[in-house]
């Protein structure tokens, strides 16, 4: 049933098919012409300078290095950079995976700062199972978990994001 609502939900998704053109290039150059697009697309993400690694519905998983724009005062990733890597996790997975017959928009962000961040982040966006889109008419509220590992493997930061998806008008 996974792979079913997989196929109809990435039959509609605009963002899933620039992702699959894209991967037909050489390795590495798909994903960073993507991710080249996705900062132009939302210009603040370039502040992380994020690499699109993984996407897929329900799956989007992003890096960022480490570089004195993203240093706090003490030369470990930024807490606000950290959140705005998870964003950029969380609003891809969110453009992979709500058809175009849902729109979708966030409105809270909870953030756990667990450890000092050395070196780069990953941010792993996961959501399952995928809601039920056709059963969505008004609105609801979903919670994507981000969870964000630096260098060293560790996870230093956790975001849950809330979006609110609803149906298109018209």
Known sequence: MREQ??????AL???WEIWQRTQRLPR???TRLFSAAVALKAPYFRTVLPHVRELAPGR???SAPKWWGVQNHIGT???IAACNLAEVAMGMLAEATVPASHRWIPKAMTASYLAKTKGGLTATALLEPLPDFHAITSG???VVPVSLVDASGVETV???ITI????RKG
């Not at 609502?5 to 990435?10: D, F, K, L, M, N």
């Open 60 to 62: 989007c998983v992003v």
């Open 5 to 10: 609502v997989r196929t109809t939900v990435t």
């Open 158 to 160: 956790h975001c849950d």
């Open 28 to 30: 590495g150059v798909g």
């Open 77 to 79: 990733f930024h807490a």
């Open 140 to 142: 609801v509220e979903v």
């Open 13 to 15: 998704s605009g963002t």
């Open 164 to 167: 609110w998806v609803s149906r």
